[in-house]
């Protein structure tokens, strides 16, 4: 049995396996779940030490919540599934599709992630995460990047939960994340690699700095897999504030064929 808690709705494939970020748990899917359950069987799932996840005194890396995470498919009988990831669990998610392979996980969702690499002063503020003395100092930096100007009450109260968990998982998060971009350079690039190309959508709402989007839409130009949208959006968790769209996104790109 796995110790990772999740939640199983509706029927249809591929499945949709919507993974939070680090210090964080699965209700910030709560209001997407009812829409994407509609014609696909959707887990939402807590990472492990996280949410309703069994507590653990053990430290582990991200490699080992993916092998937990395929457990986990196992358990629940998921032939094909379709990762839809908030922030850095998009490095779980390419993750999932390396193991796995392209039959398995025939495509991949980002929701709001640095998909193009780490902005300036990124890198750094993951490095005082680390450190006892100012992690706590770089925390408050990011609450308020993801609150201020954002008049969306369940982003403030989502934000305020994930100020539950203290410096032993902020610094594996700062860890885990800070070693996928040194080794990947960045997500477009780590999936650029891969075999065989993988369908990929990105949906977000920051930054809405127009560059970050032309980026992106000059690189879909160029890999004909690779999909983005802006969202009517202001916050770092979207589905709070835009459901409804970001689940017809997601339909609307499952259902092209490919």
């Known amino acids: 049995m796995t110790d990772i808690a999740y939640d199983d709705v509706g029927s249809g494939t591929p499945v ?15 209001p997407l779940l009812p829409l994407l359950s509609t014609d696909r069987r959707t887990l939402v799932i807590d990472l492990p030490d996280q949410g309703g996840s069994r507590r653990r005194a053990d430290d582990f890396s991200a490699a080992e ?3 937990e995470l395929i457990a986990l498919l196992d358990e629940a009988g998921v032939e094909q599934v379709v990762p839809v990831a908030l922030a850095h669990a998009g490095w779980l998610a390419i993750e999932l599709r390396r193991r796995l392979g392209p039959d398995r996980v025939p495509a991949i969702v980002f929701i709001d992630w640095m998909v193009l690499g780490t902005p300036p002063g990124f890198d750094d503020a993951l490095r005082g995460m680390q450190v006892e003395e100012s992690w706590e100092q770089v925390r408050s930096g990011l609450f308020a990047m993801w609150t201020t100007g954002v008049d969306v009450p369940a982003v403030h109260d989502y934000v305020s939960s994930m100020g539950e968990y203290g410096f032993r998982y902020w610094r594996r998060a700062a860890r885990e994340i800070s070693a996928s971009f040194t080794a990947e350079g960045s997500p477009l690039a780590a999936l650029e690699r891969l075999d065989v190309p993988c369908p990929t959508l990105h949906v977000y709402a920051q930054p809405p700095d127009e560059t970050f989007l032309a980026a992106q839409q000059d690189f879909a130009a160029q890999h004909p897999w690779f999909r983005v949208h802006h969202l009517d959006a202001h916050s770092h968790f979207p589905m709070y504030e835009v459901p409804d769209d970001i689940a017809d996104q997601v339909q609307a790109f499952l259902s092209t064929p490919r």
Do not use: I, K, S
């Open 16 to 30: 949709l396996v919507c993974l939070p970020g680090w210090c964080g748990d699965r209700t910030v899917f709560e």
């Open 65 to 67: 919540v993916v092998g």
